[in-house]
């Protein structure tokens, strides 16, 4: 698997709207799931936070741990 949308997810801010200035990767749960449900936006934006609606859903937050770090991030999770 190619680690661009990836490394994107960590590094990419929500452009607009409540969570505007958030890295992608620390969206809440439910503000994804909202865009599940209401619809993506048709750009790399949507398909990116399609993407982490994904690994949230599927509890896959932790594979972006290694990324966070390798950028000096601190990691969200308290399970990591």
Same mark, same amino acid.
């Given at each position: 698997?190619?680690? $661009?949308?990836? $490394?994107k997810?960590?590094?990419?801010k929500?452009?607009?709207?409540?969570?505007?200035?958030?890295?992608?990767?620390?969206?809440?749960? /439910?503000?994804?799931?909202?865009?599940?449900?209401? =619809?993506?936006p048709?750009? $790399?934006?949507?398909?990116?936070? $399609?993407?982490?609606?994904?690994?949230?859903? /599927?509890?896959?937050? =932790?594979?972006?741990?290694?990324?966070?770090?390798?950028?000096?991030?601190?990691?969200?999770?308290?399970?990591?």
């Open positions: 698997m190619n680690a $661009e949308p990836l $490394e997810l960590v590094l990419m929500m452009p607009f709207g409540k969570y505007a200035g958030r890295a992608l990767a620390d969206l809440p749960g /439910n503000y994804l799931a909202w865009f599940a449900r209401e =619809g993506f048709k750009s $790399e934006l949507g398909q990116l936070l $399609e993407l982490m609606h994904t690994l949230d859903h /599927n509890g896959l937050r =932790g594979l972006l741990a290694p990324i966070q770090r390798a950028h000096g991030l601190q990691v969200k999770s308290k399970l990591l």
